[in-house]
């Protein structure tokens, strides 16, 4: 079931790398509203065989994060995540964050799905709609601003309760053939250049939290 968390979060799973993502669901659902929206991915994602929503954590657009699949399991996807290795060996091109692998690894990789999730804990923004009153009003790529500070501060805590840095922190794009997250997304985490090693204004908000944390528990 989808529940809403508290800001302070208790995970149990050794994690490596914490990957944003970016949900979209139907144009119509929006106005249905957020848990209904999880829930309707959570199902779609059952379909798929997932088990359960591919996700470990959803932010919304109202600020709410909500719990999605245990943490103890590894994300779902039905792209490839490419391993260290792989992204050094079969990576052909970069742009904008977007790997593209080498044309005879692709097939073998499709064969493969999802590949290296293991190690992986997920954050998804909850994009796709902003309902005013009921009904739709905008389709905005990036959440309310209070709710990406949210998400920054959520990843921050993630990183500190893992014994992670920001320099693990990967956006799906950096690790599988895909155009998730969106571009405004990802602007946010790398900055304009879009870069994989870039400093968007998002990843500076993690910083700060990361060290505001860090300081407060020594």
């Known amino acids: 079931m989808m529940k809403p968390l508290p800001l302070a979060l208790t995970v149990s799973s050794l994690l490596g ?8 669901t139907d144009t119509g659902l929006p106005v249905l509203g957020e848990a209904t929206r999880i829930k309707s991915n959570q199902s779609g994602h059952r379909e798929r065989g997932f088990g359960d929503i591919a996700y470990h954590f959803i932010v919304g657009d109202s600020g709410q994060i909500y719990e999605g699949r245990r943490t103890t399991l590894a994300p779902a996807s039905n792209t490839y995540y490419l391993s260290p290795e792989e992204l050094k060996t079969q990576v052909a091109s970069i742009h904008e964050g ?5 044309s005879a690894f692709r097939a073998k990789a499709r064969e493969r799905i999802p590949g290296h999730t293991k190690g992986h804990l997920t954050v998804s923004f909850l994009c796709g709609g902003r309902v005013r009153n009921g009904e739709l009003v905008d389709h905005p790529e990036l959440l309310e601003p209070a709710a990406m500070q949210r998400a920054a501060v959520l990843v921050a805590e993630l990183l500190v309760k893992h014994g992670l840095q920001p320099k693990d922190i990967r956006a799906h794009r950096e690790l599988a053939e895909t155009n998730c997250p969106n571009d ?3 602007r946010w985490l790398r900055g304009k ?17 990361f060290e505001r944390l860090k300081n407060a528990t020594r």
Do not use: N, P
């Open 17 to 24: 790398v914490l990957t944003l993502f970016a949900a979209e």
């Open 184 to 186: 405004a997304i990802y």
């Open 193 to 209: 250049t879009m870069s994989q090693d870039g400093r968007g204004e998002g990843m500076k908000l993690i910083e700060a939290e």
């Open 98 to 102: 977007k790997i593209q692998v080498a």
